[in-house]
T-cell receptor, first 113, second 115 residues
Framework: KAGVTQTPRYLIKTRGQQVTLSCSPI?????VSWYQQTPGQGLQFLFE???????NKGNFPGRFSGRQFSNSRSEMNVSTLELGDSALYLC????????????FGPGTRLTVT | GDSVTQMEGPVTLSEEAFLTINCTYT??????LFWYVQYPGEGLQLLLK?????DKGSNKGFEATYRKETTSFHLEKGSVQVSDSAVYFC??????????????FGGGTRLMVKP
């Protein structure tokens, strides 16, 4: 089975712009979660989607949003980018809600200048 | 809130040395516990897991035992290799549907193994 894929792998944006990141889960997985990884804050949970519905949300401002499509693919969007949004954004998929093994993609490295 | 605390790194060892990375947690419910590993430039890989007290997770020579009495999940390996050099993350996930699949991570411990 193919693993979790994320596109693009690298992205450079300017402060004030917006960005959309994409994640394709493992085939058959219906839950997709997003995490932000920075040297200062470590790994922080952004949100989780299951069956096209946001199930959980972390403590991030409303500039961070996401959605999930009927084929379980997910996108996250960050509007009005700030320098502090520079990070590795990781997507993880799991088989079902309550299924605790999450499989991570390689991440998208976002640099905001 | 729920939290995970790991020993700070870097941990530097010679090849074939014994490894211990300490992990303790605080949780309001009954968590499942995980160790993930991150190699340079890559995402996280699940290394091992334990879902209830006294469970031992193991994989690739790594082991960790879920100790409810000490709220710990320390990672051990008897003989490390240069290829084990990576960052290791301890994490928990609460076992109820209201928490969904949210993982709470420790700060990570960088392991460097010298030949």
């Amino acid at each position: 089975k193919a693993g979790v894929t994320q596109t693009p792998r690298y992205l450079i944006k300017t402060r004030g712009q917006q960005v959309t990141l994409s994640c394709s889960p493992i085939s058959g997985h219906r839950s997709v979660s997003w995490y932000q990884q920075t040297p200062g804050q470590g790994l922080q949970f952004l949100f989780e989607y299951f069956s096209e519905t946001q199930r959980n949300k972390g403590n991030f401002p409303g500039r961070f949003s996401g959605r999930q499509f009927s084929n379980s693919r997910s996108e996250m969007n960050v509007s009005t980018l700030e320098l502090g949004d520079s990070a590795l954004y990781l997507c993880a998929s799991s088989l079902d809600q309550g299924s605790y093994e999450q499989y991570f993609g390689p991440g998208t490295r976002l640099t905001v200048t | 809130g729920d939290s995970v605390t790991q020993m700070e790194g870097p941990v530097t060892l010679s090849e074939e040395a014994f490894l211990t990375i300490n992990c303790t947690y605080t949780a309001t419910g009954y968590p499942s516990l995980f160790w993930y590993v991150q190699y340079p430039g890559e995402g996280l890989q699940l290394l091992l897991k334990a879902t209830k007290a006294d469970d031992k997770g193991s994989n690739k020579g790594f082991e960790a035992t879920y100790r409810k009495e000490t709220t710990s999940f320390h990672l051990e390996k008897g003989s490390v290799q240069v290829s084990d050099s990576a960052v290791y993350f301890c994490a928990l996930s609460l076992r109820n549907n209201n928490a969904g699949n949210m993982l709470t991570f420790g700060g990570g411990t960088r392991l460097m193994v010298k030949p």
